[in-house]
């Protein structure tokens, strides 16, 4: 079985330029999320595209994996952003997976989405985290 990181690597070649497309493309962004950040102090999303998955379903085939992969591209992609994020826990689904949100603040703006997460602690029923 493949591990997830093997395949995060089928790239043989990149042109030349690449590179230096992707960190425009990335600044591009970062400053895209920086003007909505200014204007939407706190962005609440969900962690995930999808309900919580079975422990390993990315080390299963290539379908799961990508799968895992496109449900998590909020998770995945904030953090080249360099915005800080935060996930809570508010939840749980009827088998007991955990349930949550994501909160994105603007760059050094932890301080909102620490507020943010106390608030809506103070607010809600204790989540059960399962102990390993």
């Known amino acids: 079985m493949a591990s997830s990181i093997n395949r995060?690597?089928?790239i043989r070649s990149l042109a030349p330029?690449?590179?230096?497309?992707?960190?425009?493309?990335?600044?591009?962004?970062?400053?895209?999320?920086?003007?909505?950040?200014?204007?939407?102090p706190l962005v609440l999303l969900a962690p995930s595209a999808d309900l919580p998955f079975a422990d390993n379903l990315d080390l299963g085939s290539e379908a799961d994996f990508k799968r895992v992969w496109e449900a998590q591209r909020a998770m995945i992609g904030l953090?080249?952003?360099?915005?800080?994020?935060?996930?809570?826990?508010?939840?749980?689904?009827?088998?007991?997976a955990p349930l949550g949100i994501q909160m994105?603040?603007?760059?050094?703006r932890e301080d909102i989405l620490f507020e943010a997460a106390a608030q809506i602690e103070a607010r809600s029923s204790p989540v059960e985290i399962a102990l390993l």
């Open 104 to 108: 994105v603040a603007g760059r050094f």
């Open 79 to 96: 953090p080249v952003t360099g915005l800080p994020a935060l996930a809570l826990a508010t939840g749980a689904t009827p088998d007991g």
């Open 17 to 40: 330029d690449a590179i230096p497309r992707a960190l425009i493309r990335r600044a591009e962004i970062a400053r895209e999320w920086a003007l909505f950040v200014e204007r939407y």
């Open 8 to 10: 995060l690597a089928p």
